[in-house]
């Protein structure tokens, strides 16, 4: 059972360069979430997905675009990559669309913007 | 707006003795769930503990306990007897019923002197 799995781990681009984030959960969960952190700032919501079929923006979703592709997988893409962009990316599930239940993290993948 | 506050960025504390980190937030919501996690340095988030809004008994996972004063709207986590792997980042992170969104604080890093 690997849970939330993310790739890449690492990534380095250019301005102006695209790239697409890939998470994947097999715990059947129905919620995913795209977090950036930042030094500083905690945890930041970009996107949400409550279920299979739905997105909704976060606190800071310009600069990103998300698919929820299926139930297990949730992408997140930089179409024009600025240096603001730089920071750690971490994909989370959530069983239940309601209630308490905690949110499974991915290890995150660093990005890094010249 | 709904906050979290973790005015503590750094605390240090001597193996085997015992630490809190405190958690404020700013709601005029009733109904919601509270969550302690644990960024080691792997980067992985680990849910460390959670309390339910309308549950007046602090919740406690082995070493770890929280100090829940709805009224004050604060979340303190407590551990006894710290051990070198306790040493981590810590989110301190609230959720509304009903809703998908987590808001985290900025996060308290611990270190545990041997």
């Known amino acids: 059972n690997a849970g939330v799995t993310q790739t890449p781990k690492f990534q380095v681009l250019k301005t102006g360069q695209s790239m697409t984030l890939q998470c994947a959960q097999d715990m059947n969960h129905n919620s995913m979430y795209w977090y950036r952190q930042d030094p500083g700032m905690g945890l930041r919501l970009i996107y949400y997905s409550a279920s299979e079929g739905t997105t909704d923006k976060g606190e800071v979703p310009n600069g990103y675009n998300v698919s929820r592709l299926n139930k297990r997988e949730f992408s997140l893409r930089l179409e024009s990559a600025a240096p603001s962009q730089t920071s750690v990316y971490f994909c989370?599930?959530?069983?239940?669309?309601?209630?308490?239940?905690?949110?499974?993290f991915g290890p995150g993948t660093r990005l890094t913007v010249t | 707006a709904q906050t979290v506050t973790q005015s503590q960025p750094e605390m240090s504390v001597q193996e085997a003795e015992t630490v809190t980190l405190s958690c404020t937030y700013d709601t005029s919501e009733s109904d919601y769930y509270l969550f302690w996690y644990k960024q080691p340095p792997s980067r992985q988030m680990i849910l460390v503990i959670r309390q339910e809004a309308y549950k007046q008994q602090n919740a406690t996972e082995n070493r770890f306990s929280v100090n829940f004063q709805k009224a004050a709207k604060s979340f303190s986590l407590k551990i006894s007897d710290s051990q070198l792997g306790d040493a981590a980042m810590y989110f301190c992170a609230i959720l509304f019923s009903g809703t998908y969104k987590y808001i985290f604080g900025t996060g308290t890093r611990l270190k545990v002197l041997a």
């Open positions: 989370a599930s959530r069983e239940l669309a309601g209630g308490s239940s905690e949110q499974y």
